[in-house]
């Protein structure tokens, strides 16, 4: 009953569905390649729209670089290998607009929709009804536009998020069908009637009394009968929030604050225009009369800007109704103008809407600041960032576990070493505990003698969930005396395994220290 998906497709130009897949011959064909970051991203997320989940789609870019795009909702599984007709490529477009996020945030999602492998239903974590998408990407009218709308749901003004429905989105491929701006009202359910003519309206669908979603949408005399209902979790604005230790803090932002400026910022980058900063050891928020479906433990994805450098982090401490304290670190950004979600899971909560979550700093580090949170059940799928700072990675290797992390903690004076001789199949392993962006390692072996403790020949492998792992290296080639620089297309990944791949048994294996250009950066 419904399918929670991760939106993040940050589409600020349009849709180009000509872009690196061909369409009338399915999603397999080996015509088109992926060209750009824009349109790996389209077929990421068509892949995800079309296929089941298990049923992976892999393509080339014009380099000859594999991509693997995974299934997920399956409202097409024989675009695969085959053609798309009205029905397929109606629902197609309604999920792929449902996805887009112009700001590129990712926001997780629950989608209801009269296709069975979607389904319908509600789910107590998602409570806010965002919108419905209808329409058609894939083929223009008779006046070279799109069909492409969308209606509003009764909360698409309740807690607004960056990118969504709501916001100011900026260039989408979409449009309201039933706009204000013609004298209608903007929503799905109501009756559409302007000067005489009735412009259509959609029909809901209820579930044990309870509207979940439309079964179909009517627009100026077409019908579209695989529109996709769009839910949000419960979202809570740290603005909105109760103080924690701030002698001021319902001030204007901008104004002067006891130590340099008012701790809510002006910030139209956050749906609700505003954030929290100056958070520290003893100052912070708490929200109040939070709202979970299940007791015991449940993922908060905390919305929050840094902006220090990649490698640097900052802290937040987490109390759930006044318990034990959680400490999370987070990122840096490289900018404080555009927010970014990362997931915690906290203990505690009962279930209903009478929990508190306080957030401050930890007393030891500074903190980011905070715009929003959102709580959603450990089921949910939730954004995974990862972390930037050597010495947070999870390192594990084919020798010598324990003393692995050397070749992370910044002195090229020392190093990690397999202490024999190397093998082929030996690898060292990094684990950046969340996604990040990366297409530079430089494995330094040029410290303590250990210029010659190169590999002969390498292959490296990444991973988008720590454990499963590609089968076809993104870069290949010969080590060098005193440094390894390994380049490959950038990726957003969670882990990368460097392995020997031919051993030069006549030496360790060495690495002085690796340095990445490792990023969070959307």
Not at 2 to 8: D, M, R
Not at 81 to 98: I, K, N
Not at 259 to 277: F, L, S, T
Request: glycine letters at 14%; one cysteine or more.
């Amino acid at each position: 009953n419904g399918f929670n998906s991760a939106n993040g497709a940050s589409v600020t130009n349009g849709l180009n569905m000509a872009n690196g897949l061909n369409s009338a011959n399915g999603l397999y064909s080996t015509s088109g390649y992926m060209t750009n970051e824009h349109g790996r991203m389209i077929v990421q997320y068509l892949a995800r729209c079309a296929l089941p989940s298990g049923t992976n789609l892999v393509k080339s870019d014009q380099y000859g670089i594999n991509y693997t795009f995974g299934g997920g909702l399956g409202l097409a599984p024989t675009y695969y290998s085959g053609g798309c007709g009205p029905d397929c490529s109606q629902a197609l477009s309604a999920c792929m607009m449902a996805h887009i996020n112009s700001s590129g945030t990712h926001i997780p999602l629950w989608m209801d929709s009269p296709d069975s492998s979607v389904g319908w239903g509600v789910s107590p974590a998602f409570p806010t009804r965002e919108g419905t998408f209808f329409g058609q990407l894939m083929v223009t009218n008779a006046e070279n536009n799109l069909d492409a709308y969308y209606c509003n749901g009764p909360g698409v003004d309740q807690n607004v998020v960056p990118g969504r429905l709501g916001a100011d989105q900026g260039t989408v491929p979409y449009a309201n069908a039933y706009p204000t701006a013609a004298g209608m009202d903007g929503l799905c359910d109501t009756t559409h009637v302007v000067k005489g003519y009735d412009h259509g309206h959609c029909t809901p669908h209820l579930t044990n009394g309870v509207e979940d979603g439309e079964t179909s949408c009517a627009l100026n005399g077409a019908t579209y009968t695989h529109p996709l209902t769009v839910w949000r979790g419960a979202t809570y604005q740290a603005e909105t929030a109760q103080p924690v230790n701030f002698t001021t803090f319902n001030c204007t932002p901008g104004t002067n604050y006891s130590w340099g400026a008012c701790p809510v910022q002006a910030d139209p980058a956050n749906g609700m225009g505003k954030r929290v900063g100056y958070v520290n050891g003893t100052t912070g928020v708490q929200f109040n009369g939070v709202t979970v479906a299940n007791s015991g433990a449940d993922n908060i994805i905390v919305y929050y800007e840094n902006g220090d450098a990649f490698n640097q982090t900052r802290y937040f401490a987490f109390s759930v109704n006044g318990g034990t304290t959680q400490v999370k670190a987070f990122g840096g950004l490289g900018n404080w103008q555009h927010p970014r979600g990362a997931a915690i899971t906290l203990s505690g909560f009962k279930a209903g809407s009478s929990n508190t979550i306080k957030i401050t700093g930890d007393g030891v580090h500074q903190a980011p600041d905070i715009d929003w949170i959102e709580v959603v059940d450990t089921s949910a799928t939730v954004p995974s960032t990862g972390l930037c700072q050597p010495s947070l990675w999870n390192i594990t290797t084919s020798a010598n576990t324990s003393t692995a992390s050397i070749a992370v903690n910044g002195n090229s004076g020392d190093r990690w070493t397999t202490s024999r001789s190397q093998q082929t199949g030996d690898y060292y392993q990094i684990d950046f505990t969340g996604t990040v962006n990366l297409s530079t390692v430089t494995l330094n072996n040029n410290s303590d003698g250990a210029t010659n403790d190169y590999p002969g020949t390498y292959a490296v492998y990444t991973s988008q969930d720590g454990v499963t792992f590609g089968a076809t290296p993104v870069a290949t080639g010969p080590g060098a005396p005193g440094q390894t620089i390994i380049s490959f297309t950038q990726e957003s990944l969670q882990a990368i395994r460097i392995k020997v791949t031919g051993a030069r048994t006549s030496n360790w294996w060495s690495i002085g220290e690796i340095t990445t250009d490792c990023s969070l950066a959307f």
